[in-house]
């Protein structure tokens, strides 16, 4: 049995992140969580460093080290989004606040002191939300760029378009600046842009299978989706909303259930009218260097058995 792959998961929990890391904490077998270190983004810094300490404790695991990050882009005001996630990100369940302590030290650091300590190309990042710890590690200590084993992101988006501008998918708007600095960083990244994630919806009879297994991690779990998808069906007219971040570590344990290609992409920083835009020569049309595997289609029946087979184990 190979032994596990160790990941950090940076994230700003919302109910989609909350599934990922739950998904994660389901597959202990596959994936060694070094730690999750957090970001503003879906809600501001003290609410996503909460929610991801809710998350660990409502997954029996209130030894996961929590680590505190960026409270704001690198370059530009924070943009959040109560209006998807509500004003605590994770609206829907009762959810008691966490018992368990936020780390002393600060995200960045601990993402340097950890590729610093591993063996090199031993860590993958999986982030869930704006980019801004992993550019301000990048921009602060360049010599662990190339102890990266992976870069995994939800982010961005092309022939499904923005969803917060009509160009630009939320996690890169928010910090266009962090994102470029790790696309030109030349660590592997693989994408879920849009694209992906729009696949994966929750369907009502998904959510019901879900709601099937009774456990209280999964109960919480289905409240936070049923509140969360309402934004989505109400916007998209579809069934169930996509959920977007647990395909970063869907990928990292089934990578064939998605299909993509290499491609270059650039990030949009100077325009206003499509700052964060992420800008993917799908076809090879530039000679730009292929910095990114983009995905473009999941199996998403495939995605939904493998969570709800995971969430089973918690």
Known sequence: MAKPRKIIIDTDPGQDDAAAIMLAFGSPEELEVLGITTVAGNVPLSYTSRNARIVC????????KVFAGADAPMARKLVTAEHVHGKT???GPEL????????????????IETLRREPEGAV??????????????????PDI?????????????????????PAAEFNIYVDPEAAEIVFGSGIPIVMMPLDVTHQLLTQKGRIERMAELGTAPVKAMVEMLEFFERFDIEKYGSDGGPLHDPAVIAYLLKPELFKGRHCNVEIEVKSELTAGMT????????????????????????????????????
Not at 103 to 109: F, G, K, L, N, R
Not at 127 to 141: D, R
Not at 145 to 165: H, Q
């Open 96 to 111: 008691n606040e966490p018992a368990m302590p936020l780390q002393e030290q600060h995200s960045v650091d601990f993402i």
């Open 57 to 64: 404790e409502l997954c029996g695991r209130p030894d996961m």
């Open 279 to 314: 800008v993917i020569d799908w076809w090879h049309v530039t000679d730009r260097k292929r910095n990114a595997k983009v995905m473009r289609h999941v199996d998403a029946d495939g995605f939904y058995d493998l969570l709800i087979e995971r969430f089973a184990r918690i």
């Open 124 to 141: 993958t990042l999986c982030t869930l939300g704006p980019l801004t710890n992993i550019g301000l590690a990048f921009q602060k200590a």
């Open 89 to 91: 990100g994770l609206d």
């Open 145 to 165: 760029i190339p102890r990266v084993r992976e870069l995994v992101m939800m982010g961005g988006g092309f022939f499904e378009g923005g969803n917060i501008t």
